[in-house]
Structure formats: C-alpha cells, structure tokens
C-alpha cells in the first residue's frame, strides 16, 4: 500500500484496481486481518480524505467494483458493507459522470451479492442508496446500473422482496417510467416496479 500512498492515482491505484481483479493479486492485498484494513484505510485517503480529488475517487470505485471478482475481494466487501456504504457518501456531492457510474456499479454488486444471502440492514441500506442516486440527478447510465441491482435483489427472497416493496424506492423508481431520453432506463424501471408489486412473489 505504501506503493499507492507515494506514486499517488497514475501509478498506484490503476495498478491496484487490475491487480484485485485476479485471486493472487487479491490475496497478496487482503491476505489477513491487517492487511486487508491497511488497504481499507488507503483507499480512504483516495475516496474520501486529503487526497479525494475526482481522479482518485473514480480510480477508487473502479477498483471496488472489479474486488467483487474475487473471494478475498467478495469477502472483504460484505464484512465491510456498512464502513464502505458510508464512505460513499462524500461521491454523491460528485458531479462527475464517470464517479457517478462507478458508484452504481459497487451498489449493483453489492445487490448481487446480497441476492445470494439476503440481510435485513443491507437490503434497506441499498433502497436508500438506489434512491439517493435516482434523486440526486446522477447519470441515466448509473440510475439503470442500481436499477438492475435492484431487480436482481428483489427476485432473490421473502425478505428483500418485503423490505423493497415497504419503501420509498418504489414510488422514486415509478418516476423514471415515464422519461423519454433513456428509453432502456424508463423499461427497466417499469420491470423493477412490476416485481416490487407482485403480493404473490414468493
């Protein structure tokens, strides 16, 4: 980590965010308890400390997003679901399209994963995130990115199905079905709001 902390986004992050996406990378990152919280607490320099410029945040969620890859990154990523969700909070004052997809793509991660092992707190942690990104104006590429999260989380189980369809995402949702400038974006949510619907889901 000492290498991303010094050469800084050009030769550091990028170079972390190829090497998470194979397993002997990932295990030379996150192969304990400590490393895996000293790469934590670099990468929050990056995202969210004294050297959060643009650049370094997209970097940063890129290479969140590619972690899921592997077991060690999956792993690390779920233990760390609630500290990563409120660091990402500081990337919805972003402007930044490429930030703003980067952002949707560890949420819609985030919504795989938990579809496979469904959590009460997570399910409703990623409503609120889905609407902060669809209410906020973030780019129609992201909205549709948490959108299909979405969809794959509430066809997963009982509990994401009943958390999803007692929230305010649903009504936030219903409004993207009517918007003409992203016709992929207006279907999905159409398909999202008929499956948050259905009373006979499971």
């Known amino acids: 980590m000492c290498m991303v902390t010094s050469c ?12 998470v996406l194979k397993s002997t990378g990932s295990r030379c990152l996150l192969s304990d308890e400590l490393s895996s919280q000293q790469f934590l607490q670099t990468m929050e320099e990056f995202l969210c400390g004294a050297k959060a410029e643009s650049k370094n945040q997209m970097a940063v ?11 060690h990154g999956e792993d690390l990523m779920l233990k760390n679901f609630e500290w990563i969700s409120a660091k990402l909070e500081d990337i919805y004052k972003s402007d930044n399209r490429t930030c703003q997809i980067a952002l949707a793509t560890v949420l819609l991660n985030y919504c795989h994963c938990y579809s496979k092992n469904p959590s009460e707190d997570a399910c409703s942690s990623l409503a ?8 906020l104006g973030f780019d129609n590429e992201a909205k549709y990115r948490v959108l299909i999260g979405i969809g794959i989380l509430v066809r997963s189980s009982p509990t ?11 009504s936030t949702i219903k409004a993207l079905k009517n918007i003409t400038d992203h016709v992929k974006l207006a279907e999905c949510a159409g398909i999202v709001v008929k499956e948050i619907e259905k009373s006979d889901h499971f």
Do not use: E
């Open 8 to 19: 800084g986004f050009a030769a550091g992050l990028d170079v972390v965010r190829l090497l």
């Open 61 to 71: 969620l890129r290479m969140f997003a590619n972690i899921f890859a592997t077991k």
């Open 128 to 135: 609120i995130h889905t609407n902060r990104v669809i209410q």
């Open 160 to 170: 994401a199905h009943q958390i999803l369809s007692s929230s305010d995402v649903i």
